[in-house]
């Protein structure tokens, strides 16, 4: 929200400049003949349950009259599909990173230009019943009595200037009444007014009004097509959606329970109309499809019965504009704040670029200005709508506006240059509903969108697939489609803005979360009842109740004593363990005296996981919007006995529960933790409340100790789930781009990467490389890809010009190495874990457009010595056929390290002065020598580095580098070109000590040594 702090004073500027040539009051015999103008307004109304719009699950009359006396728009879109942000947009007439509102957590910040200001300024009184839905006081209205937030259905509380009134009866006919009663008697009659008449309806819960409990009671409601939509033919982004019929929909939803809001009568008659089909349901024990087309039926009819009241009571409205005599000079909008999925793709809510949730309805009478019965198909939205009050009234239109004013299409006209595509984006994620960020461009036939923290788009044709079941943006047929649609998507951003706002931090990609232990419990008795974080993260626990206990078995240490009524508690829960979107893996070892009791607790009912007992048989229970996801073990465990809990959530969602490292159970429709848990960490208690099926806090009753948590799965639980801590070494574990070796214990050392996490070409348009790199604390040390050398990835081999059979360069320096058809492709990866150390073995091949030019083995030992990880690389290179390497700059054994600290350079001879050298000037290149250190003092204090030993027997070796870049790179050195021959391997062997502290000069100096002497 930073940036909107300058365009909303830049905005108020130009707002006071236009408005001072307004005269200072207005005559009456002008405000007379300016139109009044009343807004009604629905909340989440889709355009194909209105009757007049083709729909052919319900009839609305009164809407329908008014598009039988005005305009039906059929081409209207929201800018943001979501409550509050669509109502920013109307107030304003600015996208919502222009407003502030980007989602329904921002407050308005109603000091900023609106069109009621400007109405007010103009002359016309203002006022506002029902949903305002923006956190802040309304400003800008001459009368107001608004819900508080979403509001409720029945008894409905209001804010007014005088304080809060609370109202019995139907939130909807309440509404209007308050509507009428302003109309009749509220407004001074001498001026034109604005009034915006906003209902609740037919937002989620769907409860409907007393008088139509019972309507569609004995009919079936048509299933739309795509109510089993598998989302196949899309991104990734669909699937992970918690809006489905299916599974998402709630007991309130359902109306199974009902809201404590209602009175004993309301409730009573609520309970009669539902409670026989419930009951109904209940025995007919409905299961997968069946339940679906059950829950359907439910949701929709209540959704339409809650649309009949708003059509019956927009009735109400307009039969006393006709007594009155005000119809004749009143504009009438009919208009929602975005659409609605009705069990479309198998989904209810909105937020989507798609069509369902994209259109808004819009219907506008303007008695003798708008043809009655009239159509218009031009590309309109909220946006626009600000503009449009004001040219109605005369007013004029802010220049820092980013809309455009109706008037003419209401009047018949569209004008030559009115806009051919209109700009969507969606912010709100983490979020209700798990809806990715993204942003788009629609045509009158085609949709492109792009979904930029995942890096994935879609494109649409909407002409030949209007349900938009199959994205058409890899179809080299809709290449040209693509490149005119991401040219007029940059342009629309330019013009709104866009790129101009700094966007809250998004959660990661769960496939792009790599392995890191953040949590790491091993009992100390310590006099302040601290548990420490041998993690090195620094989440430090409080022993409540909770004693330290030393143990004979397994192979001796502490454990933690839980008494049944005690807990160790990290609170608050610190941003640093938040789960949001991350793959994770939990566990403890526990020897439990009980049946019943939670092992490990994070979160609470809304949001978090919890890993627990119940009757002896494991839970592993994760909480979405509520959502219970759980998954229960096959067996119960023995009660007095030692054993090794785990659970975890794969970069796929998958729920997994062990016992031992025997997989106990699984749930493959699970879910990640999707916002912050709001309760802390906590280990023998649930202290937030109700996460699994229990109730709190459900203590446990035993021992617990080696207690952990890890960003990312660890495949191989067996080192930790082994009795005997003496045997456990070093493992491997698995993510989707690579393999891991994982020290004894249980931090990550490093991992070979065989595939990117992002969409992007590297050196040779592959990866086959180590990244990340780890110091024995668990600090990463290396880099990825950084922005300003988008070929460098961690510890990978460099190569310019080879030439052969083939022509190849696998440096990827951009332009100067263009890395079409170049490719490092890995054809196997292995790995063995020890007790001492562990092996890496990697086969890869060097390609040229499909054709092999290199074979690579790599072989990798990977051990701890005092303070440092010490890594052996033995690289073999066989040229598939006789090759020469270009001697302007030869291959190189690339580091790159991260930069985000001060960073230092040691040689043997001491810290590095000499002039920083360059890859094209051989005599700046730093003496030889056995090893160089590179080190980087972190923000915290804290110093991790890595230093690269040459080996003797490799080719003479020149030291050399950028300026501005953070790494070691030695490179081969020669007179000439350097020849590659079939059958003569090319071994090169370096040594990686990646320490934490600065250099270890003397452990450097010992493992040089030893090479020295092989």
């Not at 052919?56 to 329908?64: G, P, V």
């Not at 455009?404 to 700009?423: C, F, M, N, Q």
């Not at 979107?581 to 070892?589: D, E």
């Not at 607790?601 to 759980?630: C, I, M, T």
């Amino acid at each position: 929200m930073k940036a909107t702090k300058p365009i909303l004073a830049a905005a108020a500027a130009i707002a006071a400049a236009v408005l001072s040539v307004l005269p200072a009051a207005v005559c009456a015999a002008e405000a007379s003949r300016r139109p009044n103008i009343l807004f009604v307004f629905t909340d989440d109304h889709a355009s194909h349950a209105i009757s007049a719009y083709g729909s052919k699950i319900n009839q609305t009359s009164n809407i329908d009259r008014l598009a039988r006396e005005g305009m039906l728009f059929r081409n209207c879109f929201v800018t943001n599909s979501i409550c509050a942000p669509s109502r920013a947009v109307i107030q304003t007439g600015k996208h919502s990173h222009v407003n502030g509102v980007i989602d329904n957590a921002v407050e308005f910040d109603t000091s900023q230009q609106t069109f009621p200001k400007l109405l007010q300024q103009a002359g016309y009184q203002t006022a506002i019943v029902g949903k305002w839905h923006l956190k802040a006081e309304p400003t800008g209205f001459d009368h107001w009595k608004v819900l508080i937030g979403q509001g409720t259905y029945y008894n409905p509380r209001f804010r007014t200037p005088e304080g809060l009134v609370t109202q019995t009866g139907y939130t909807t006919d309440i509404i209007t009444d308050l509507a009428l009663e302003w109309l009749d008697k509220g407004r001074d009659p001498s001026k034109p007014f604005m009034l915006m008449y906003q209902h609740k309806a037919p937002h989620r819960e769907w409860l409907p009004g007393p008088d139509h409990l019972s309507m569609y009671d004995g009919v079936e409601i048509p299933e739309p097509p795509t109510l089993f939509d598998d989302y196949a033919g899309r991104t990734s982004a669909a699937k992970w959606a918690t809006m489905t019929i299916r599974r998402h929909l709630n007991d309130l939803d359902l109306k199974l329970v009902l809201p404590g809001y209602l009175n004993e009568d309301q409730r009573q008659q609520i309970e009669a109309a539902y409670g026989p089909e419930n009951e109904a349901m209940k025995k007919a024990d409905l299961k997968g499809d069946d339940l679906v087309r059950w829950k359907y039926q439910r949701y929709i009819k209540d959704y339409l019965r809650s649309i009949a009241s708003v059509d019956d009571n927009l009735g109400r409205v307009l039969d006393y504009l006709d007594r009155s005599g005000l119809a004749e000079n009143t504009v009438v909008i009919y208009n929602s704040d975005q659409g609605f999925y009705l069990g479309d793709h198998g989904w209810f809510d909105k937020r989507w670029m798609y069509e369902e949730s994209l259109r808004m309805p819009l219907v506008v009478r303007w008695p003798g200005v708008t043809k009655p019965g009239s159509e218009n198909r031009d590309l309109v939205q909220n946006l626009d709508f600000a503009e449009t009050f004001l040219d109605m009234a005369g007013a004029p239109v802010p220049g820092d506006m980013q809309g455009r004013s109706l008037v003419p299409l209401l009047e018949g006209k569209t004008p030559d240059d009115w806009r051919k595509s209109i700009y969507y984006q969606y912010y709100e994620f983490p979020g209700w509903h798990d809806v990715p960020r993204h942003y788009g461009v629609r045509t009158d036939r085609y949709k492109l969108v792009h979904y930029y923290n995942i890096g994935e788009w879609e494109l649409f044709d909407l002409e030949n697939d209007p349900d938009e079941l199959k994205s058409v943006y890899d179809d080299p047929q809709h290449a040209g489609v693509v490149t005119e649609l991401k040219a007029e998507l940059d342009r629309l951003r330019k013009l709104y803005k866009a790129d101009e706002f700094q966007e809250p931090p998004a959660p990661p990609v769960p496939a792009n979360v790599e392995l890191e232990m953040v949590l790491h419990y091993e009992p100390t008795a310590l006099d302040d009842n601290t548990i420490a974080d041998a993690s090195g993260k620094g989440h430090h626990g409080k022993r409540q109740d909770v004693d330290v206990v030393d143990l004979a078995e397994p192979a001796g240490g502490r454990a933690l004593k839980f008494s049944g009524n005690g807990a160790v508690a990290l609170r608050p829960s610190p941003e640093s363990l938040d789960p949001t979107y991350r793959p994770l893996t939990v566990g403890a070892w526990c020897k439990p005296e009980s049946p019943d009791g939670v092992i490990v607790a994070h979160g609470n009912q809304v949001f978090g996981y919890s890993l627990y007992l119940k009757d002896r048989v494991p839970h592993f229970a994760v909480r979405l919007s509520g959502l219970l996801l759980e998954v229960c073990g096959h067996e119960p465990i023995d009660l007095d006995e030692w054993v090794h809990l785990a659970a975890t959530i794969d970069p796929e969602g998958h729920l997994r529960l062990f016992a031992g490292a025997q997989e106990a159970g699984r749930l493959d429709e699970g879910h990640f933790v999707t916002q912050p848990p709001r309760d802390g960490f906590n280990v023998g208690a649930d202290l937030g409340g109700g996460i699994g099926e229990y109730d709190t806090p459900l203590h446990f009753r035993g021992l617990i100790r080696d207690v952990r948590l890890y960003w990312g799965v660890l495949d191989d639980l067996q080192p930790w789930s082994s009795p005997d801590a003496s045997q456990r070494g070093y493992s491997s574990a698995v993510d989707p781009c690579g393999s891991w070796i994982v020290a004894p214990g249980g931090k990550p050392v490093l991992r070979y990467m065989t595939r990117n996490r992002v969409a992007g070409k590297l050196t040779a348009n592959s990866v086959c490389c180590l990244h990340p790199v780890s110091t024995p604390s668990g600090e990463v040390v290396t880099a990825f890809a950084p922005e300003d050398h988008r070929h460098h990835r961690g510890v990978f081999l460099a190569w310019y010009k080879m030439t052969g059979d083939q022509v190849a360069d696998f440096w990827g320096w951009g332009e100067f190495a263009p890395t079409e058809g170049r490719v490092i492709e890995n054809r196997s990866l292995a790995t063995e874990g020890k007790r001492d150390e562990a092996e890496l073995r990697v086969r890869n091949e060097w390609l040229v457009d499909a054709s092999p030019m290199v074979q690579e083995h790599l072989d990798a030992t990977i051990r701890q010595q005092g303070p440092a990880n010490v890594i052996d690389l033995r690289y073999e290179l066989e040229p598939t056929a006789d090759a020469v390497i270009d001697q302007a700059a030869f291959g190189g054994f690339c580091v790159r390290l991260r930069k985000d600290g001060e960073v230092t350079f040691t040689g043997p001879e001491g810290p590095v002065s000499l002039p920083w050298p360059h890859y094209l000037k051989p005599e700046t290149d730093w003496p030889a020598a056995d090893w160089y250190d590179l080190s980087v003092k972190l923000a915290g204090g804290k110093t991790v580095g890595v230093s690269v030993l040459d080996h003797p027997g490799n080719p003479p070796t020149a030291w050399h580098n950028l300026a501005n870049l953070a790494m070691i790179n030695p490179c081969i050195a020669a007179a000439g070109p350097v020849a590659l021959k079939k059958g003569e391997p090319l071994v090169l062997r370096y040594r990686l000590v990646v320490h934490d502290g600065p250099a270890p000069v003397e452990l450097l100096k010992t493992l040089s040594a030893q090479w020295r002497q092989e």
